[in-house]
Each structure stands twice: as structure tokens, then as C-alpha cells.
């Protein structure tokens, strides 16, 4: 019996997880009731995959017990926690498109008949499974016709019929629209009300409130709480994500400007469908301007429509007044914009190059491959910046992969800064880069932001959009939801726009 | 698998006697799957098929495969269903025939196959193949090279790909025909892959490595093309071909023909693009009165020397 | 930095290909005791030595392109058929009575259009470069086989012939051919920013591109680069046999070039490139064809022994191996 009452489908105690170095998971419990959606959250890291896949077998735990209906179990692989009542269901529908509706619902498991497949039994009885769910659809269809959505469901009856107990659902709602999202909530419902436990996980917290009757919040590994959604205000959930204490912390430090002015770039009605609703966003000069807001809740994304990266499908960027192209980095660049993303390694550094080839590649970009910069040039520039942000590295042809994330972020920025740039882009500058860096890279943006630089910051500190930020932006689900200036600059009214409350 | 046209090899002259039994059959009609257009050779078999076939009166369907298996069953399947009086085929490998052999047997439409064999336990499949006898194609030259030089020669060797049929019968052939010889040696033999750039190339080392080409008294090469290359490098070595170093090959391409008739080389055994004349003559002969023809029509392998050869080269430029 | 400083670590990378270049010509040496004697011969440098440098010639064509190519993580297979084309294309336009400029003009031009056509396939389609040449390595055979009617069409033209049995002050036009394009190349990436972009490229598209690298013009550029490369080759495989031959000019060998490039440093994996090292590259694996046909062994080895060599190379290339070797000897004293 669970605390609330209900019975407990699914119990794991005290789970643990290290790999190399991290302890991914660290004596968390987690309690699912029979007849229940429960809401599993935490920002990247929080260690939810990891709990997933302990219960599914995925991976081996460390430590910690897991039962299934009070009988202790050992999920050895997915097949297994399958055959036990659980079954999993990802963002990434992991079905075969190629092969028929039918045969993705029944694959390894086909009716046989005089030992060939039977295939017309095989779809009566897919029909049969579907129409459950309100899918009406030929079953001999390959799955590959069908929407994402459509998919999804279609996945979800294969995992409750082979399953029954336990279903989760990892961040399913990813790639819907509304009205599907809508579709999907009413099948979770209806499997609730037949006693499933269902684990829902996902970024979109109005989805989390709308569906959820339980909220369970995990933060680098560790269980933070259990609580009835009902009971849970956002604010609180938020705080909860975020590991803040919302005291009136303080970090509003003064010198918080007003910039006024003609604003150096502006968005108006900029948008793109499914990718990030359309929103106005204006930076002055000397201006900095935070981007607040949960994982997923369209910070890159917006980044990636101002830089040029996805093409905007509605709205217009201005700069100076005048409406510009923005159909690519290129274009960007030659706006004077510049941006350092959140994913160094895959978006950021050339690896393999040296650190001096990393800091001129979008100088030399812009010129052009006729108009090469001089060796002595390079080496100019590249040990300029090296000196001016203080990039640790032997010499500057060191490869950049072997410096530290501090140090390549500094590069990037460096890289950026040779450009002679007008507006730069931050995405997480100071993620994953130890605490000396961190503050340097703080003091940096300050620093850039004097010398009479747009600079538009995205982060999931909230203290430090906080410290440096002359406004916020705050978005949620994928919308610009609140802009905050002056006193409003602080945690707890980030936070609460954060949480919708 | 390179496709090489270098498989069989017949006279024209021969064909001539025999082709006069043709008038008294019935119209015929025969199908013919044809490989592809890929060498001057097959171009010309095709040719050549088509005219030896409107001297018999015989209508021939060719089907061009352009080098695939599955389009040559295809076209078998189709003359199958057309009820063709015979089939023939050039089969582009050597497997995979049995099922639509057997389509064609149960349709008791007799198969012939020109200028390859296949790889089947069942012989029934088919009544005839029509292809030449590559060991003796070496011997010939083997024979007249012995001849040639009394008996006294130091032979470099230009083999085919490494591994395919007419490479190894070529060259046993020719070990043949001069193994009773003790002064004919072969000192050098290298694979040009059936190439003139290959011939020429090894045909370089070849000269290099015997003393600048002067221990060297004939090159044999397995294929015309490859003797070509090796022309080639004899003169850029500052070699007279055909007089320093005899050259013979083997095919009776046009090319070599010219090379002959220019005095550069000396001989060359033809493999004759006419595999349809003798195949329809043993198919005629067997609607006739039932004649089994043998399982193996060995088409002529004749030697053809510079006197001849600008009589050739024109007629066969018309051919090619 | 001035004087030697910059070569040595030039030269200490370089060390693999020069030891192996070395032992192999060494070998020949041995197989062979005139392997180094060179004479005129009407004019034209004439001897064993020469031939590697001759005979290597198409391949050290083809691995200039393709080294740039799979700098930029891709792989041209194409370059052989597109070879067969170029020379199908002289022969035509010679037999034609067209003279040398506008033969050699059409021939590289055509190059250039299959590279491109490689170039859009991958940039902009974004097909795998793999698959996308793959497209023309087996069309481009049949295209050439089209225009020769599946015939060697032979061409006495003495001017296009000299491409590849003329010289020029003794030195064979094969080679001199392949110097020339060696510089051009050279030029055309490392006195132009392109080098660095193809680099940037190969490690990092995405990172490229944020960095405004016009990604996919250099990728186009880059294949049509392995165009022209492949078509020069086709002149000089044309030209040596006096004629186009459709079905063999220039077969199998983007694998020879593909190793050529690799022997030379440059990884499969895309980044950092030298083009002279795959030239290097390409004098290994000739030196080698040229030592295996003077040996006198049986053709049958022909390939054991150039499996053996190459992996002897690559080996030797290897850092985690040397790292081992070196453990071991510092130990083996003791």
C-alpha cells in the first residue's frame, strides 16, 4: 500500500547506478500506483533515463530493489521486463516502418498456423487491439504510411498488449501537435481508469499538470520528491527542477541598466511551425539579454531562428531598422551576428584543428577562400585572443579537442570576437566548465556587453541570467511567455513566469 | 568478373560447305539471348548471327541483355512462350541456369550455347555448345613459333587475368606445343590482365629486366590486345616489333590485323565471332532427320600471318 | 620561425611513407640489380626508376583529387569511369580532327562535369558520398562504353600520343604532367583558404557551417577538383595506349588512388591532409606493381605480396603500434 492509499504496481528501492567516475543514480526511490499517470521530472542529467532503464532492464543496477506488485523482481532485458508487465515506449518510435502495422504489433510473437505465420488471424486480431485505441486502419499497411502520431499509439498497444502492468511513456508528446497530444493523453487516461500504472516523461510542464496525478522530481541523481499534482504548485515544481531556494536571494545587484535606444536587432512575429511559436524579440547595443526557461522549452531553438540556422516561416528580423535575410549562418554572419552553441563539441570546435585555425575559421569564412589571411595574420590575431581571454593552451597549433571546456568556450568566443561582431549569441556558455572558467566567462559577457555588444545569454542558471541580464526573457513550451526589465530582473519572478503560475 | 570476348574461336571457311543444307528446312525461328554489346567481338558475334541466319532462312529474335543474368532468363522465358523452333544463348556466367534450362527442355525447345559453357550436372539442358577449343588455340601457336624458330627462342608470356579459363588453356596449350622443344623456353611470364595498358606495362618490365629486351626472341600474349601494349613498348624501348622481338597473340581483332599488316607483328590465332553458323547448321540438321549433334561443336582456330593481313583488317573493319 | 625549424617536424611525419618508399626500392634493388640504371632513349629518360614515376603517374592524378576529397570525410569512386570517359572523349574529338587544345579542353571538361555532378549529389542532396559516386563508377563505364561503341578506339594524332610517350628536357610527359597538376593543387588549397575550409569540413561539418564555411560550395569544388584529376589521368591512360579503352581504362583504380591517399596520412575519417605524402603514397604502390613484374614470380603472388606490403605500411603508420614496439625495445635490454 502506498502512502495515498492506492496499491503499488511498481516499487524501486533505493536504485543506484555509477558508470565511470559518475554516480548517475543515487539511492533514488520511486513508487508507481496502480491506476495512476505519474509524472517523472528533472532537467538533463536529473537521471531519469537511468531510472528508466534500470527498471527496464536496460541496464544492470548497482543497487536497490525493484518489485512488481510486492513480488521482488530482476528485469535481466527489455524482452524480460516485457514479459514481467513492463512495457516502455520512446520518443523515437522504435518499431520497424517497413514491415505492416499488424506485423509491428505482433513481430516475435506472429499467430501461427500449421507453423506458418497466420496472417489473417494476425490482422483480425491487430484490428481487433487497435480499435481499442480508436484506430481503425488496415492492419497489411506498412507503418511508414502512418503519422508519428499514429505510430505512437500503434507502439503504445503493442507495449500494453505484450505488457499490461506498467507502461512508460518517455517524453512521447515530443514530436505531436496539440490535437494529437490530446488524442494521446485520452488513450493514457483510458489505460489509467483500467488500473495501468503509467510513467509519463516529460519537459512540457502544462502537460505535466493537465494529465499527471503524481509528480516525482529528480535532480542530479538523486530523488528530490514525490508529490500529488493537485497539491504541487508550479512554482514550487520549478524550484524543485532547478534546485533553488526562493528566498530573495541577493544577487539583484545594482547597475541593472535601462539601455535606451533604437534597438540594434529585432524579431517581429518570428517564428517557425512545430519549432518555436512566433515571438518579438528586441537588443540594443551594450545591452544583455537573458533567455530563461526550462530544457525544451525552444531557448536553442529560438537561437538557431535568429542565427539563420532553421529558416523562419513567419516574421521578420530587422537590424538598424532594416529588414534583413536570415536564411543562413552566412547570412548571419555577414549581419556581424555571431553564436556559441550549447553543444560545443558536435556544433562549436573543429576538434582535430588547431586552436589558432578554430579562433580565424569565421574571419576566415567571411573573406572568402580567394582571400586567405597570412600565416603571420593568424598567428596575430589567435595569440591576441589567447592573451585577451586567457585560453590556457601550450601554444596556439594545439589541438583544440585537448583543452578543457573553459578553454574551447573561450575560443569559440574568440572565434567570434575576430569577427568584429555586433550581436552575439550565447547558448549555455558557462555549461559543463569548472568554476574558475565559469566566473571568467561571467565577468567576459559583462566585459563584452560595456564595450557596446548586443548579446542575447541563454541559460538554465538562473542566478547567473540573473547577475548579468539587463532583461529576461522567460519561455515556456516552446512560447516567449513573459519579458522582464528592471526590478523584475531576480529568481523568483524568473522562476514564477518559468512555472506559468 | 571482367567480361573477356576471348572464348571460342572458329573459321569461316569452314562454315561455308555446310550451310547449303539449310535451304530445304522449314522457315525456323530461333531466339537468341545475347550477352550485351560490351567489345567489338560480341558486336560482331551479333552481326555475324543476324547474316548467317538470313543465309539459312531462319528468323532470328535477338535479345539484348546488357550484361545481367536475370534479363537473359527473361528473354529465355519470353521465347519459351513465344514457342520458338530453338534458343540460343551467351550466357553471361556460368550458374544459375538449371530451372529456366529445364523450362525450356520441358517446352522440348532445344538450347544451344555459343561461345561459353555452363556449370550444370544435367547435360540434357541443353543440346549443344558452340565454343572453341582454347587449348588448341595456344598450340597453334606454340606449334608454329617451334617452327619458326627452329626450335631456338626465348619466350616472355603475357597471361589473361589471372585465374580465368582462356588464361590457363591459352597458356597450357602453348607449354604444350613446346614442350618437345628444349630450346623454346618460357623465361618470363606475367599477367596483363587481358589489357593493352596492362601488356604494355608489363611488356616494359619484361624488356627492362632481360638485358634491355635482347635475351627476349618472341613475346606470346594471350590476347591481341595486350600484344598491342607490348608493340608499344618494344618501340619505345627502341626495339624493332615483329623483327627484334616476334609478337603473336591470339583473337584476330582489327587493331592487330593492322599491326600485322604494318610489318610489327607476326601472327595471331582468330577466335571467330561466327558461333550462330554452326549452331544453326546442327539445328537444322536435327529437324531434318533427328541428327544428335556432339555435345561440343569445336569451332576452327585458324592462324593468320602478315601476308593476309591488310585483306583482313578490311574486312573485318566492316565486321567490328 | 625561420630556416629549417619548420621542415624537420615536415619530414618527421613524413617518415613512414620515405622508410617504406625507401625499403621497397630497396627490394627492387635487390630483385633486381639494374633496377637504378637510366639511359636516354630517343630523347626520353628510359629505365626501371622512370617507369615507377610513369606507371605511377595516373594513380598520383587520381590521389590528388581524392585526397581533398576524403579530407572533407567523403570518397570519390567514381574517378576510374570518369578516367574511361575523358579518354573515350579525346579519342572522339581527336578522330574527329579536332586539334590538341580543344581535345584536351573537352576531355577536362567532362571531368569536371561528372565531379560536379559527384559534388551536387553529395552537397546538396546529401547523399552519402559513397552511394552518390558509386552512381557514376558504375554509369560512368557504361557512358564511356557509349561513346567508343564498346570498341578501343585507337587515334594516331602524334600530339595527344605525346601526353604520355613524349618529354619534356628528358623527363616523361606522365611526370611532368603529374608535377604540374601537384602544384596546381597545391595553389589552389594551401595558397587559398581552401585547405583549412576542406579540413574544417572533414572534422566538423556542423561546426563549419555555424562558422559561415560556405560548406557546399567547397564540397562541389572539391569534386570537380577529383573531375579534373581523373580526366588529366584519362589523357595520360589514353594516350600511352594510343587509344580509349572503354572497359579497362582506369578500372579498379580509385582504389589504388583511395590507398594512395591513405598510405599518404590522410584518414578516412575526414581533417588533416598532404598531398605530397599521397604522392608518396602512390610511389609506394607503383614501386611495388614495377618490382613485383621484374621479380619474376608468378602472377599468382602478384596481389598476396601487395596486401603484405601495404599492411606493412599502414602498420608501420599506426601510433598505438609503434607506442607498443617502442615499450618493447626500451624494455628488452633489462
Given at each position: 500500500m502506498t502512502e495515498t492509499g492506492r496499491k503499488a504496481v511498481l516499487k524501486a528501492s533505493g536504485l543506484s547506478k555509477f558508470f565511470p567516475g559518475v554516480?548517475?543514480?543515487?539511492?533514488v526511490d520511486f513508487e508507481l500506483a496502480e491506476g495512476e499517470i505519474h509524472a517523472l521530472l528533472g532537467e538533463n542529467g536529473a537521471g531519469k533515463s537511468t531510472l528508466i532503464k534500470l527498471v527496464t532492464g536496460v541496464y544492470g543496477r548497482d543497487e536497490g530493489t525493484i518489485q512488481l506488485a510486492g513480488e521482488e523482481v530482476d528485469p535481466k532485458d527489455t524482452t524480460d521486463a516485457q514479459r514481467l508487465g513492463i512495457g516502455t515506449v520512446y520518443q523515437e518510435v522504435n518499431l520497424l516502418p517497413n514491415l505492416s502495422v499488424a506485423e509491428n504489433l505482433f513481430l516475435g510473437r506472429q499467430p501461427m498456423r500449421f507453423g506458418l505465420v497466420d496472417r489473417k488471424a494476425m490482422k483480425a486480431r491487430a484490428k481487433a487491439l487497435l480499435a481499442e485505441y480508436n484506430l481503425h486502419l488496415d492492419p497489411a499497411e506498412p507503418l511508414s504510411r502512418f503519422s508519428v502520431a499514429v505510430q505512437q499509439i500503434i507502439a503504445i498497444a503493442r507495449a500494453v498488449d505484450l505488457s499490461g502492468r506498467v507502461l512508460i511513456l518517455d517524453e512521447p508528446t515530443a514530436s505531436l501537435d496539440a490535437g494529437e497530444v490530446q488524442v494521446l493523453f485520452r488513450i493514457m487516461r483510458r489505460l489509467r481508469d483500467r488500473g495501468m500504472g503509467v510513467v509519463f516523461v516529460t519537459h512540457f510542464l502544462d502537460q505535466v499538470y493537465e494529465v499527471s496525478d503524481r509528480i516525482t522530481v529528480l535532480r542530479n541523481g538523486r530523488l528530490v520528491g514525490t508529490r500529488e499534482t493537485a497539491e504541487l504548485p508550479r512554482l514550487e515544481l520549478v524550484s524543485m527542477m532547478l534546485g533553488r531556494e526562493l528566498s530573495a536571494e541577493a544577487l539583484h545587484r545594482g547597475g541593472r541598466r535601462e539601455v535606451a535606444g533604437e534597438p540594434l536587432v529585432s524579431f517581429k512575429g518570428f517564428g517557425k511551425n512545430r519549432y518555436v511559436e512566433p515571438f518579438d524579440l528586441e537588443i540594443r547595443r551594450g545591452e544583455v539579454v537573458g533567455m530563461a526557461g526550462l530544457l525544451g522549452s525552444g531557448r536553442t531553438e529560438t537561437a538557431k531562428l535568429a542565427f539563420g540556422i532553421e529558416q523562419a516561416d513567419s516574421g521578420e528580423a530587422r537590424v538598424e531598422g532594416h529588414p534583413v535575410k536570415l536564411q543562413s549562418p552566412r547570412d548571419a554572419i555577414r549581419l556581424r551576428f555571431g553564436y556559441c552553441p550549447e553543444d560545443r563539441k558536435t556544433e562549436g570546435i573543429v576538434g582535430e584543428l588547431s586552436v589558432r585555425e578554430n579562433i580565424i575559421l569565421a574571419l576566415q569564412a567571411r573573406r572568402g577562400w580567394l582571400k586567405p589571411l597570412p600565416r603571420r595574420e593568424q598567428e596575430e590575431i589567435a595569440g591576441r585572443y589567447i592573451k585577451l581571454l586567457g585560453i590556457k593552451t601550450p601554444d596556439a597549433e594545439r589541438s583544440i579537442q585537448f583543452l578543457s571546456g573553459g578553454n574551447q568556450q573561450k575560443a569559440l568566443l574568440a572565434r567570434w570576437l575576430a569577427t568584429d561582431p555586433e550581436f552575439l549569441i550565447l547558448d549555455e556558455p558557462t555549461r559543463g566548465i569548472d568554476v574558475g572558467a565559469h566566473a571568467e566567462i561571467i565577468r567576459l559577457i559583462e566585459r563584452l556587453c560595456d564595450d557596446g555588444l548586443a548579446l542575447l545569454v541563454i541559460s538554465s542558471e538562473i542566478e547567473e541570467i540573473v547577475s548579468y541580464s539587463d532583461r529576461v526573457v522567460v519561455l515556456r513550451d516552446r512560447r516567449h511567455v513573459g519579458s522582464l526589465s528592471g526590478d523584475e530582473v531576480a529568481m523568483e519572478p524568473i522562476m514564477q513566469t518559468i512555472a506559468g503560475a | 568478373m571482367k567480361i573477356h570476348t576471348l572464348l571460342a574461336g572458329a573459321a569461316f571457311a569452314a562454315l561455308v560447305g555446310l550451310s547449303t543444307a539449310a535451304v530445304a528446312a522449314d522457315k525456323l525461328t530461333v531466339g537468341f539471348s545475347q550477352v550485351g554489346s560490351e567489345s567489338g567481338w560480341r558486336a560482331a558475334e551479333t552481326k555475324v548471327a543476324k547474316s548467317e541466319a538470313e543465309k539459312r532462312g531462319v528468323t532470328l529474335k535477338i535479345s539484348d541483355a546488357q550484361q545481367k543474368q536475370e534479363n537473359q532468363i527473361k528473354a529465355i522465358r519470353s521465347f519459351i512462350a513465344q514457342g520458338v523452333d530453338a534458343i540460343f544463348v551467351a550466357p553471361v556466367v556460368a550458374t544459375g541456369w538449371d530451372s529456366v534450362l529445364a523450362e525450356a527442355k520441358d517446352a522440348k525447345i532445344p538450347v544451344f550455347l555459343l561461345d561459353r559453357d555452363i556449370d550444370s550436372k544435367d547435360k540434357s539442358l541443353y543440346m549443344a555448345s558452340v565454343t572453341s577449343d582454347q587449348v588448341e588455340e595456344g598450340r597453334i601457336d606454340g606449334r608454329w613459333l617451334v617452327k619458326q624458330t627452329n626450335g631456338k627462342c626465348n619466350v616472355v608470356e603475357l597471361q589473361g587475368t589471372v585465374g580465368s579459363s582462356p588464361a590457363i588453356s591459352r597458356k597450357k596449350g602453348f607449354e604444350e606445343a613446346i614442350a618437345g622443344s628444349p630450346g623454346v623456353k618460357i623465361i618470363r611470364s606475367q599477367s596483363g590482365d587481358f589489357t593493352r595498358s596492362g601488356g604494355k606495362q608489363v611488356m616494359e618490365s619484361f624488356i627492362k629486366a632481360e638485358n634491355g629486351g635482347k635475351n627476349i626472341c618472341a613475346v606470346y600474349s594471350h590476347n591481341d590486345d595486350m600484344a598491342i601494349g607490348a608493340i608499344q613498348a618494344i618501340k619505345e624501348a627502341g626495339l624493332k616489333p615483329g623483327k627484334d622481338i616476334l609478337v603473336l597473340a591470339i583473337d584476330g581483332v582489327p587493331d592487330f590485323f593492322k599491326a600485322m599488316s604494318e610489318g610489327e607483328a607476326n601472327a595471331t590465332v582468330e577466335l571467330s565471332p561466327d558461333m550462330a553458323g554452326p549452331a544453326l547448321d546442327a539445328l537444322i540438321a536435327y529437324k531434318k532427320d533427328g541428327t544428335m549433334p556432339p555435345k561440343w561443336i569445336k569451332t576452327k582456330s585458324t592462324i593468320f600471318f602478315p601476308d593476309t593481313a591488310k585483306a583482313e583488317y578490311e574486312r573485318r573493319k566492316s565486321l567490328y | 620561425m625561420t630556416g629549417m625549424a619548420p621542415a624537420f617536424p615536415a619530414i618527421r611525419k613524413a617518415l613512414p611513407q620515405i622508410g617504406a618508399l625507401a625499403v621497397v626500392l630497396l627490394a627492387n634493388w635487390l630483385v633486381f640489380p639494374g633496377f637504378f640504371d637510366i639511359r636516354l632513349q630517343d630523347g626520353r629518360l628510359f629505365g626501371s626508376v622512370v617507369d615507377v614515376f610513369v606507371r605511377g603517374a595516373p594513380v598520383a592524378l587520381l590521389a590528388l583529387g581524392m585526397t581533398l576529397v576524403i579530407a572533407t570525410k567523403g570518397i570519390d569512386l567514381s574517378v576510374g569511369a570518369v578516367m574511361a570517359i575523358a579518354g573515350a572523349v579525346a579519342a572522339s574529338m581527336t578522330n574527329a580532327g579536332h586539334g590538341l587544345p580543344l581535345t584536351i579542353l573537352a576531355a577536362i571538361g567532362v571531368g569536371l562535369v561528372c565531379g560536379l555532378w559527384n559534388g551536387m549529389l553529395v552537397a546538396l542532396l546529401r547523399i552519402q558520398p559513397i552511394v552518390a559516386t558509386l552512381i557514376l563508377m558504375v554509369a560512368g563505364r557504361g557512358i564511356a562504353q557509349l561513346i567508343t561503341e564498346g570498341q578501343i578506339i585507337t587515334f594516331v594524332d602524334p600530339a595527344l600520343i605525346f601526353l604520355a610517350g613524349g618529354s619534356f628536357l628528358s623527363i616523361p610527359m606522365p611526370v611532368v604532367l603529374v608535377i604540374l597538376m601537384f602544384v596546381l593543387t597545391l595553389l589552389l588549397v594551401r595558397a587559398t583558404a581552401l585547405g583549412l575550409m576542406i579540413e574544417a569540413i572533414g572534422v566538423n561539418l556542423l561546426s563549419s557551417a555555424y562558422s559561415g564555411v560556405n560548406t557546399k560550395v567547397v564540397l562541389i569544388a572539391v569534386y570537380g577538383w577529383a573531375g579534373i584529376c581523373a580526366a588529366v589521368a584519362g589523357l595520360v591512360v589514353a594516350a600511352d595506349i594510343h587509344g580509349a579503352d572503354a572497359n579497362n581504362a582506369g578500372l579498379w583504380l580509385e582504389l589504388d588512388a583511395i590507398l594512395a591517399s591513405v598510405i599518404g596520412g590522410t584518414s578516412l575519417l575526414g581533417g588533416r591532409f598532404n598531398i605530397t605524402l599521397a604522392l608518396l603514397g602512390a610511389l609506394i604502390i607503383q614501386a611495388m606493381n614495377t618490382g613485383i613484374l621484374l621479380s619474376g614470380f608468378r602472377p599468382e603472388f602478384n596481389l598476396v605480396v601487395k596486401a603484405l606490403v601495404v599492411l606493412a605500411v599502414l602498420l608501420f603508420q599506426s601510433p598505438q603500434l609503434m607506442g607498443m614496439l617502442r615499450v618493447t625495445f626500451r624494455r628488452a635490454p633489462k
Open positions: 554516480r548517475a543514480l543515487d539511492k | - | -
